[in-house]
């Protein structure tokens, strides 16, 4: 799949076993004693559920931990090679983001760089959002919570909150994540616009619209910009990968896990792969309260990203911050021209959101990796008839741009076409 | 002036003189092949020209070379310290861009990482533009060839020529280029929009204009923009100091320069910088066909770029070019999508140079670094007259983004202002 050669696995790389998991658990005197007890005590559980990593659940007498092996291939394809860096990044992104969004990620609490073992908080209370919702759950304030924060992640890396020589520093650490970004450009930005064997899709319900999709000229001519988008525009370190399956919730907690997919890039990508998982949901559920609940969670992700965005800025602002871009200087001495600079900026921010959450919605359903959302519809007709109108409803937000410009529109075009 | 710490020059620096020099280049065999004759006989002129680095021209019997170092500060202002690392980024941008342009730039003969001693032709027969101009030269191609090296030194360093890893790596290298580009961002993008010691003007004269420019609301909006575009659209590698001053002609050959600022950005910057100081030279210029010239040099520079820039692009997707942005597959069999593609991409581009063009015409008049061409008028009150002139187009310009969409346009209402 990658045009670059593989690096060799550091020599003392190896897959660990439960007893392998075990054995480099007690060796760890933080992580022993955070488990607690003998670790012939401990169980140890398999709860790898993403394409990639190895992931396993620990308890102890005293506590859990959750332990990450990157594979030297993709786990679910091993014929699919692939270098191990990725948790690598994933702790160097915890790292860069845990001081800024604070609980609602996991604290990372060791990182192995031979075997590329992160191990992080235990969320064994926790369901993966995109489970939860499929099962008919109700979290109303998970996408807050994920507003929130993108807002702060997004808000600390850029250059309104640091001077660029810091902000450059930190973000060209995760240029070299090329293995991961390659997958994004491949599958979300490319692949489902062009004829490729790892394009897939009911068949032949959706041949049309799929056919469609790769030909139509107004869409082609708004992909291609949002690929030179995603690859040039780096205004913040984006999560990469924020879609609901990288949402972890309990009744009165909510954290975003598997930053492995961490770049550069411009804020609107992870927003609009949120909500493009939850307009997915909302094309896959059959009732209307479901329905409602999908519009009320982008209504409100949107909201408090956006709330707390400009917050930050304009505390930022107030308090002489040191930003490169934008810089206080400028409206330190006139806030209604922060809010019209602000009002510009978001401006951006939403029409990016529009068009990658239409180019997630494709290809979680003509692409490579689906969404499960869609299993939960029994019949293969009435399952292809919702995936054409999510379909439908993602052509037409690229074909014209100005279809919809804010997320309150997309919320009502596309509660109108889900009906 | 920077925030971070100098590091310490390395052990073997020391600034050269000419007897240093003398030694340095016979102790380089291909230098001193390439002069020719015993090393007593070479003839040492200095022709620093610039604020930063010391340059001399050597003369030998059988060719010469130009000899550029590094000094440990601002070469016009000793108290201003600075880092040696800018002709190493200098040769650095040399070797990315002289495959693709070709001798419209300076061969690079040497670097000497210790000494931060860069060796490239001579220019000797050539005069600089800036210069040429004030004395009312006229290099009727010129402009063309300064638009021709900025698309083809832009189109392949950008995502519409390579994939992602290979532009990013080679972008990376240039993110280290702090401290020039932290000259550009205080003294180009931030100090005249800001109450600042190093600012100066013609006073009182131009006291109304700076005032205006530095409090109007919707000129800071735009500022704002424009530093955010500046530090997070990695579009390309940029020269980063296009100026006409970076630009030296004879009869029959340009040649661009002084590559020292070189970092990624938006590729109207460069744009914007060279049209920028055309617009200044009108201005400057008080004989109707020295106004004329200009126009028609800001024509020919756009025209060249433009359409240099488009067939690039076409050929690399006729021939299946492996870039990620705007991805060949979208468009190899769609030539008019393409053609629509190209005028979104260049529309944007257009608002950048129009933009940045407005920002380097402020800053050389009331920034740090003036623009020498305005002192061949004697009269000081009809010089102030010519630079608010050149200030208010600048301010309209980035008042209003509508006023002027097109780089015609732009020539005509500048024509129109310089009577």
């Known amino acids: 799949m990658s045009p670059h050669s593989l690096p060799p696995a550091p020599a ?7 007893d392998g998991i075990r054995a480099f658990l007690a060796g760890v ?11 012939a005590h401990w169980r140890i559980r398999e709860v790898s559920d993403g394409n990639l990593n190895n992931v396993f659940l620990i308890d102890g007498p005293q506590g859990g931990v959750c332990f990450k092996q990157s594979l030297p291939h993709v786990r679910v394809d091993p014929a699919w090679k692939m ?19 604070g609980a609602l990620t996991t604290d990372i609490l060791h990182f192995d760089p031979d075997l590329f073992v992160l191990v992080v908080e235990s969320l064994d209370r926790h369901v993966v959002l995109r489970r939860g919702l499929m099962a008919g759950g109700d979290w109303p304030d ?41 997958i994004t450009v491949d599958l979300v930005l490319t692949d489902p616009y062009r004829d490729h064997p790892r394009n897939h899709w009911i068949s032949p319900d959706l041949d049309g619209i799929a056919a469609d999709i790769r030909t139509d ?42 930053g492995e997919f961490a770049c550069p890039g411009p804020i609107g990508f992870d927003c609009g792969l949120f909500i493009g998982n939850l ?27 956006h709330d707390t965005f400009g917050e930050l800025w304009r505390t930022a602002t107030r308090h002489d911050g040191n930003g490169d871009a934008y ?51 029994p019949d293969r007709a009435a399952r292809a008839g919702r995936q054409a109108a999510a379909l439908a409803l993602a052509r037409d937000l690229l074909a014209d741009p100005d279809i919809v410009t804010t997320i309150a529109d997309l919320e009502s075009l596309a509660r109108g076409r889900a009906r």
Chains 1, 2 share one sequence.
């Open 142 to 182: 998970a996408a807050r919570a994920v507003g929130a924060f993108v807002a702060r992640g997004a808000f600390h890396t850029s250059l309104l909150a640091a001077p660029f020589e810091e902000i450059t520093r930190r973000l060209d650490v995760f240029s070299g994540n090329r293995t991961l970004t390659r």
């Open 12 to 18: 003392a790389y190896r897959t660990l076993d439960t």
């Open 83 to 101: 270098p191990l860096d990725r948790t690598f990044y994933e702790a160097a992104y915890l790292r860069e983001i845990r001081p800024c969004v």
């Open 327 to 377: 810089a206080a200087a400028l409206f330190r001495d006139d806030p209604s021209g922060l809010q019209q600079a602000q009002a510009d900026f978001m401006r951006d921010v939403t029409a990016d959101t529009i068009a990658f959450a239409a180019m997630e919605i494709i290809r979680r359903i003509v692409g490579y990796a689906h969404v499960p959302d869609f299993d939960t519809i």
């Open 279 to 305: 307009l997915l949901h909302l094309f896959a559920c059959g009732d209307s309260a479901g329905q409602d609940r999908a519009v009320r969670d982008i209504a409100q992700f949107w909201a408090s990203f």
């Open 29 to 39: 005197p933080t992580l022993a004693t955070r488990l607690g007890g003998p670790a």
């Open 217 to 258: 000229p107004h869409v082609r001519r708004r992909v291609g910009a949002m690929q030179a988008r995603f690859l040039t525009c780096r205004q913040a370190l984006l999560h990469g990968d924020l879609h609901t399956g990288s949402v972890m919730v309990a009744d009165d907690d909510t954290r975003v896990i598997d």
